[in-house]
């Protein structure tokens, strides 16, 4: 068997490609720090929902047009990650939505939950919440300027 010449040379080499990239990530995650993203957790009727959420730089002084990120049946927020940090990149502010009883949201609705019927609460509890948000773009005639994205593709308009 041979034996490593010197392992703690190795270790500290390890250890700087694993700091390296651990900088990386975050440079790309943040947008090279343009774009906060931080996980959130509101009370709503139902019980406590999570998400990541994506805020470009300048959002607090200038509101800005919202996607709400969702993710399919057996998954998390971080599913949307990459898209949610590509959108936030061009000026959207975006909540990565973990629904009810799924990656760090709660549900309270009595169980058995009619199969499915999570998505569309979780939805409109997560859009009543960001309307409430000074950061959210909202019309001349008060309403937000929010968008659902579905996690097959799909923008749908509230």
């Known amino acids: 068997m041979r034996k ?28 090279n720090g343009k774009v906060d993203v931080s996980r ?9 929902l999570s998400g990541l959420l ?18 399919g049946y057996l998954n998390s927020a971080e599913m949307q990650d990459a898209q ?36 569309p609460y979780s939805i409109y509890d997560a859009v009543q919440y960001m309307y409430e948000q000074d950061y959210v773009l909202k019309d001349e005639a008060g309403n937000g300027v929010i968008a659902v994205w579905p996690f097959h593709g799909w923008l749908l308009f509230y």
Do not use: C
């Open 84 to 119: 949610a940090i590509e959108m936030s990149k061009r000026g959207y502010v975006v909540l990565a939505l973990d629904q009810y009883d799924h990656g760090h949201s709660t549900g309270t609705m009595e169980k058995p939950v009619p199969f499915f019927s999570f998505w």
């Open 54 to 71: 994506y805020i470009p730089e300048g959002a607090n002084k200038e509101p800005r047009p919202t996607l709400i990120a969702t993710h």
């Open 40 to 48: 959130i957790y509101f009370d709503t009727p139902r019980g406590e």
């Open 4 to 31: 490593f010449k010197h392992p703690v040379v190795w270790v500290i080499i390890s250890l700087l490609f694993i700091s390296i990239g651990s900088i990386a990530a975050y440079q790309f995650n943040s947008s």
